[in-house]
């Protein structure tokens, strides 16, 4: 691990002109039109081909990706929003055809064979499913669904409440969640509730609208529907719905209980007859919530020290993003919610969004969202790239393992003991509590796309009867339960990325099995971590599991084996 480089160089340009800029398809086509067009002799000119067609695609994507993220950050602006939906409308329908035509011209070329198939296989496998799922007719819906799913983000960045006199954000009013006055508590959760109830008709109508098109667009690739239509599109080779459904039901079997015991826990630690759900994450009188940091700034600067103790190149990632420009950590309002990892193909240094508000989950946030930055750099010199398209189920535990990893070192974050047991305490306990979730949202998509022309009051129902499937029985919500049927709702990946959820749970799964590897040999975890990441897509996801020592296993057996592992070291807190 010491030869590693954060460093990294922007790649050079063979195909392109260095000064090419994306601005209209017009520009853009004649370079599909040369790579279509261009004849291959043998497999030494088939491989600079592909190489030709990566650099194409790295300068689209990363032009695509700064779109996405200025606006983001700025959901207010109008020039920004129309400059990501002319993206979406006017360019990514028209090259559509031609990385179809592109893929099929692969697949029919007699020096196919002759690829270095094990270098080569899973970007194959990705060629192959792209082929089989390509609709001329689904691309203006896809055009049109790019659009549409943004305004969930639209619609969240203008809510707000006042608390105290002053507005807040609902990221940023979540820190009084924390608070040991009760009765502040319950007023902020009672306006968070009121004011997301204000929008509910307007993201119910909104979801309704993208059921409908993802479902015409599963009728339009032969599937029965969009559920199927997903697994494809997103790679799943590795597992079936139903190892997802018997995953639902050991989180049910072994995670839902714990999850009981610590809520139960909680209630004990406020001396409470009813725990609220405004009660769930508060601190005792006389305690006073975690502060980890202050500000961004500050924020960024102990994430990079922390990351230093683990070892220079992680260190390093975080410099040269701060460095370059590419965080974006503080929340404020016109402000799209959530956080995320945006991988730049070209330049190859990723930028970090986030919504922090100074809490003990912005930390986690901020840890997260680096270890997504690492991997990142870790596979940006791969040769293509379509090998940097790593699959969420190993991009995830690249994200989640580091949360646990860095814990060692949070005492640069907390330099009173108690407060850095409470904050290790609060992150192994969120890793055990975010399972019921995950299956919650994940069980609820499939029911969703399995009915696909269900009313707003069935979607209502069956929500509710899922949640308290996975809901331990201790938290009252009585004199709430219009705000819990609708919880759903402040998901966005339910509205931004269908489907993208249970990888959650299977990397968490990754995650508790790479620091309990961790524990056993730091130097030879960080090794497999970093070995696993720099493979990129190159490899299926039970070898990039095994490259990181782990088992890509998500039976029962393994999930009660990892919680009760976790359970232990939970007690000895």
Not at 222 to 241: C, H, I, M, V
Not at 361 to 374: N, P, R, S
Not at 456 to 470: D, G, P, Q, S, Y
Not at 529 to 537: E, P
Request: net charge negative.
């Amino acid at each position: 691990m010491n030869n590693l480089n954060a460093d990294i160089q922007k790649l050079p340009r063979h195909f392109l002109p260095e000064t090419y800029t994306v601005t209209t398809w017009e520009t853009l086509q004649p370079y599909y039109e040369a790579l279509q067009q261009q004849s291959i002799g043998n497999v030494a000119e088939l491989e600079q081909w592909l190489r030709d067609i990566s650099e194409l695609e790295a300068v689209v994507s990363e032009d695509a990706c700064w779109r996405q993220i200025r606006m983001t950050c700025d959901t207010t602006s109008k020039e920004l929003e129309e400059a990501f939906t002319y993206f979406c409308m006017e360019i990514q329908p028209r090259l559509q055809p031609y990385a179809d035509a592109l893929n099929k011209k692969l697949l029919e070329s007699p020096f196919l064979k002759d690829l270095d198939q094990e270098l080569y296989k899973t970007y194959l496998r990705n060629v192959h499913k792209q082929v089989k799922l390509f609709r001329e007719e689904n691309i203006p819906i896809q055009a049109e669904l790019s659009v549409m799913a943004q305004q969930y983000g639209v619609i969240a960045g203008k809510m707000t409440i006042n608390v105290k006199g002053q507005d807040y954000t609902l990221q940023q009013a979540a820190k009084f969640l924390e608070n040991s006055d009760r009765q502040l508590r319950e007023e902020v959760f009672t306006k968070t509730a009121a004011r997301r109830l204000q929008d509910k008709d307007a993201l119910d109508k909104l979801y309704s609208n993208l059921i409908a098109k993802r479902y015409q667009i599963a009728k339009n690739a032969g599937f029965e529907n969009y559920r199927d239509y997903k697994f494809e599109e997103l790679g799943r080779f590795d597992y079936t719905k139903e190892d997802s459904f018997h995953f639902h039901d050991a989180i049910k079997a072994h995670i839902v209980p714990l999850v009981q015991q610590i809520l139960e826990k909680q209630k004990s630690k406020l001396k409470l007859e009813v725990l609220r759900p405004w009660d769930t994450e508060a601190e005792p009188v006389g305690t006073e919530p975690l502060a980890p940091f202050t500000t961004g700034e500050d924020l960024i600067n102990k994430a990079i020290t922390t990351f230093d103790e683990l070892g220079p190149f992680f260190g390093n990632c975080l410099r040269v993003m701060k460095k370059m420009g590419r965080l974006d950590l503080e929340s404020r309002v016109g402000k799209a919610p959530g956080g995320y990892n945006c991988p730049l193909a070209e330049t190859g240094v990723p930028f970090i969004f986030m919504n922090a508000a100074g809490q003990m989950k912005d930390l986690t946030t901020m840890v997260h969202e680096g270890g997504h930055a690492v991997h990142s750099f870790l596979s940006h010199n791969l040769s293509l790239s379509a090998f940097k398209e790593y699959p969420m189920e190993i991009a995830e535990v690249a994200s989640m393992s580091m949360e646990l990893f860095t814990m060692d070192h949070w005492n640069i974050f907390f330099d009173d003991e108690e407060q850095l047991r409470r904050a290790r305490l609060q992150q192994l306990e969120r890793a055990i509590v975010i399972f019921p979730w995950i299956a919650t949202i994940d069980k609820f998509q499939h029911w969703i796309y399995e009915n696909p022309q269900h009313t707003v009051e069935e979607r209502t129902a069956k929500w509710v009867e899922i949640l308290n499937e996975f809901s331990p029985s201790v938290v009252d919500w009585k004199g709430h339960e219009d705000y819990r049927a609708i919880f759903w709702q402040k998901q966005l990946h339910l509205f931004e990325v269908p489907f993208y959820y249970i990888e959650y749970g299977i990397a968490q799964l990754g995650a508790i099995a790479m620091w309990k590897q961790y524990r056993e040999n730091k130097n030879q975890a960080l090794d497999n971590y970093v070995k696993a990441l720099g493979l990129g897509n190159t490899k299926t996801l039970p070898e990039l599991y095994a490259a990181a020592g782990i088992k890509f296993d998500f039976s029962p057996a393994y999930v009660k084996e990892l919680a009760d592992f976790v359970k232990n070291e939970i007690e000895k807190l």
